[in-house]
């Protein structure tokens, strides 16, 4: 393929991942809060895009996305909020 892996290039896609880690337990942080900002279904779109978009594209959405959301008006629904997992 043409690619040459150097020590300096896992470095900087360990630096990547783990500030997309970061950002997402940010966001997971937000959803903690009795009214949060953003939905689970939301959570799950942001999930979606970490798994599609470039690492260091998304980590930039990312932080400009978590930006807005905490200035984003806080949630005042009644609506029940689950979890459901499954187990093997």
């Avoid at 009214?35 to 930039?60: H, I, Y």
């Avoid at 990312?62 to 997992?85: G, P, Q």
């Amino acid at each position: 393929m043409g690619v040459k892996i150097t020590d300096a290039a896992l470095l900087n896609s360990v630096k990547v991942m783990n500030e997309g880690r970061a950002l997402l337990h940010d966001l997971y942080e937000l959803r903690k809060a009795a009214a949060p900002p953003v939905t689970g279904a939301e959570v799950m779109e942001v999930l979606n895009a970490s798994f599609r978009m470039p690492k260091e594209l998304f980590n930039q959405w990312l932080r400009e996305t978590s930006t807005s959301l905490r200035n984003r008006a806080r949630r005042t629904s009644r609506a029940a909020r689950i979890m459901s997992s499954a187990a093997s």
